[in-house]
């Protein structure tokens, strides 16, 4: 396993450049299955769950090629439709390549994703969507086998927002017999990449962002140059170090809109922030104030940002309310962050931070990959070294964070 060793109290200053979003790409690399054909992709970050993805891709029998920006995937001679079990369960969001497979195929069989370190994580409004477009699920002894003669258009209600159900119905129905409405779709800007690449390829989607969106199944789909758009999580990871570190920032390659409610709650904190086209200027003041921070479906505040936020929250004036409204299990970095000198108390949904002056520098374990790019961020304001060990979790989501870190005045080593 892996570490991060960090010297604390630097203050962060310069300019990073936002990778393209993890998020984002997964459903966009799975949506290459669909076209039979040659899929051209720039921007896609290099992380263990972008390599991971490919890999599964390479093993169903897609040519894979990576130049400098460049990702090639060629599905032509695709023909395995069963993901390997070991390969599932290293990264659960592989769930939206079933959709994809069973798209093209009409079959597909995946090993149950599994839980994670947040929480459950069940994928029954997934298989509740693919069974609304005709396609037989069968459920047994850890395994999900999915087929149909042909998959038919139809309307599907989802009991929550579910990003990846959005996401794997679309993918399903892409080419399907006739209408597919999703209503109460998840409106992330995910969603949105991905129809826009979906319809590039000659799909006929509208109504991402909104909560209802129509796919009117096409006979095929073509080739496709796309761009992947930039991640909005790890602009809020870096605006989040500034903000800890009383520094001064300015992120490239940010779509500003996407981070909109993770900018306005910065702002209460007390920083001046600057928009400008692709990028945003941060200057943290001297003291943070406290704020209180509701994770909610987008266009709220990203459950992916609680556990960042509520580290920066560690260091503000006051007493600031954190209420975790969309994983059961997503406070489980805040006993590390005790070990630092944090003030919180966790009460189910809700976590209460007592601001504090100075982390202290310590041992501590990331728990999961958004919880240990909180360690991070809790390493740079520390007094004293801080180690953050397993950072394998935080390498699957953040391309070359140590790197971008130290750029902007970091002492990081990654060993
Ligand atoms: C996506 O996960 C993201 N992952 C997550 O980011 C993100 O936190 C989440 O959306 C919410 O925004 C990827 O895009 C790869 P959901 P997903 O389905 O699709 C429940 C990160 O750190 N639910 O919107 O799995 C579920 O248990 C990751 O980058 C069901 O009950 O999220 C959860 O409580 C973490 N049944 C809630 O909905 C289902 O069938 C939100 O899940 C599906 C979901």
Request: glycine share 8%.
């Amino acid at each position: 396993m892996s570490s991060y060793i960090i010297e604390g109290g630097k203050r962060l200053e310069g300019e990073v450049n936002i990778s393209g979003s993890k998020n984002a790409s997964l459903p966009i690399i799975a949506a290459s299955i669909l076209n039979n054909n040659v899929t051209k992709l720039y921007n896609v970050p290099n992380i263990h769950d972008t390599q991971i993805t490919l890999e599964i891709l390479k093993i169903l029998g897609c040519k894979i090629g990576k130049k400098s920006d460049k990702i090639v995937i060629d599905s032509r001679n695709m023909k395995k439709t069963e993901i390997p079990e070991d390969l599932m369960r290293q990264m659960r969001s592989s769930v939206v390549l079933a959709g994809a497979i069973i798209g093209r195929f009409k079959e597909a069989k995946i090993s149950y994703p599994g839980g994670c370190d947040i929480g459950a994580r069940p994928i029954d409004l997934h298989l509740k969507g693919f069974r609304k477009l005709g396609i037989e699920v069968e459920e047994e002894s850890g395994f999900i086998k999915c087929k149909c003669e042909k998959i038919i258009g139809n309307t599907i209600h989802l009991d929550f927002p579910s990003v990846g159900a959005t996401e794997n119905i679309m993918l399903a129905s892409a080419l399907a017999e006739g209408e597919t409405i999703i209503n109460n779709a998840a409106m992330e800007p995910e969603i949105e990449d991905l129809q826009n690449m979906l319809n590039r390829m000659g799909a006929k989607i509208t109504g991402a962002g909104t909560n209802i969106i129509k796919i009117v199944g096409v006979k095929s789909l073509k080739e496709v140059s796309y761009t992947v758009m930039p991640d909005r999580i790890e602009a809020g990871t870096f605006l989040c170090a500034g903000a800890i570190t009383e520094g001064k920032i300015k992120l490239n390659n940010v779509n500003v809109e996407h981070i909109a409610p993770v900018i306005n709650k910065l702002e209460e904190c007390g920083c001046k922030i600057e928009i400008l086209k692709n990028s945003v200027k941060l200057e943290a003041p001297k003291k943070l104030k406290n704020v209180d921070i509701k994770t909610m479906p987008y266009p709220g505040f990203p459950t992916d940002m609680q556990s960042v936020f509520a580290t920066v929250l560690t260091v503000s004036k006051g007493t600031s309310i954190v209420v975790e409204n969309i994983f059961e299990n997503r406070y489980k970095y805040t006993n590390e962050l005790k070990r630092m000198g944090a003030k919180i108390t966790v009460e189910g949904k809700t976590a209460v931070i007592k601001g504090v002056k100075r982390l202290n520098g310590t041992k501590v374990t990331s728990t999961d990959l958004r919880g240990g790019a909180a360690l991070v961020l809790a390493g740079l304001q520390a007094k004293g070294k801080t180690t953050v060990n397993n950072i394998e979790y935080i390498l699957r989501g953040y391309e070359n964070l140590d790197k971008k870190l130290s750029m902007i005045g970091a002492k990081i080593k990654q060993i």
